[in-house]
T-cell receptor, first 113, second 116 residues
Framework: AQSVTQLDSQVPVFEEAPVELRCNYSSSVSVYLFWYVQYPNQGLQLLLKYLSGSTLVKGINGFEAEFNKSQTSFHLRKPSVHISDTAEYFCAVRGPGRRALTFGSGTRLQVQP | DTGVSQDPRHKITKRGQNVTFRCDPISEHNRLYWYRQTLGQGPEFLTY????????KSRLLSDRFSAERPKGSFSTLEIQRTEQGDSAMYLCASSLGAESQGAGAFFGQGTRLTVV
């Protein structure tokens, strides 16, 4: 069975500051990892994904994430956030041969001026 | 291409009534997923179609829930005899191929169901 833990339910940060949203997963097999963003009253939008290869993955809107197999983590980072980054961020995992994504409970990023 | 479209966006129903939601995936996407999202939680998988075949159902999908995808295009999700616990956002997603091949799932804006 797979599970995803997002350690922070809310992360307040000032505009132009760096941010890291933490994600840990548990799985007995190799997995594919994803970060999605959900703006208010919107569907989920894919930010980035790790399938294989380089452990540093770059996504849209200046976000990046690093896959760490030994720590079973896939933390999301951005060096300088904008007000428009205020949203809910979900980490998700999918095992090979599985069809569905398993999501974490989400982290609300609140960017303050 | 306007993305994944879901209808209606909001639905309020009385307990015990039946409701049906529709999802129009991105054209030519052969894979379609339904998820349910309750307040403060991440989406939870309900069911999956590859073309018109329903290949996987979550244990969350009780016998009051049924999903179809006739002709492998749009999909419907029906909930019979709704209960207050069914109140949630119902999300549809579609993809072309598997994530292992680089495909990503695109989500619709969801249908918010409120059972009163």
């Amino acid at each position: 069975a797979q599970s995803v833990t997002q350690l922070d339910s809310q992360v307040p940060v000032f505009e132009e500051a760096p941010v890291e949203l933490r994600c840990n997963y548990s799985s007995s097999v190799s997995v594919y990892l994803f970060w999605y963003v959900q703006y208010p009253n919107q569907g989920l939008q894919l930010l980035l994904k790790y399938l294989s290869g380089s452990t540093l993955v770059k996504g849209i809107n200046g976000f990046e994430a690093e896959f760490n197999k030994s720590q079973t983590s896939f933390h999301l980072r951005k060096p300088s956030v904008h007000i428009s980054d205020t949203a809910e961020y979900f980490c998700a995992v999918r095992g090979p041969g599985r069809r569905a994504l398993t999501f974490g409970s989400g982290t609300r990023l609140q960017v303050q001026p | 291409d306007t993305g994944v479209s879901q209808d209606p966006r909001h639905k309020i129903t009385k307990r015990g009534q039946n409701v049906t939601f529709r999802c129009d995936p991105i054209s030519e996407h052969n894979r379609l997923y339904w998820y349910r999202q309750t307040l403060g939680q991440g989406p939870e998988f309900l069911t999956y179609f590859q073309n018109e075949a329903q290949l996987e159902k979550s244990r969350l999908l009780s016998d009051r829930f049924s999903a179809e995808r006739p002709k492998g295009s749009f999909s419907t999700l029906e909930i019979q005899r709704t209960e207050q616990g069914d109140s949630a956002m119902y999300l549809c997603a579609s993809s072309l191929g598997a994530e292992s091949q680089g495909a990503g799932a695109f989500f619709g804006q969801g249908t918010r169901l409120t059972v009163v």
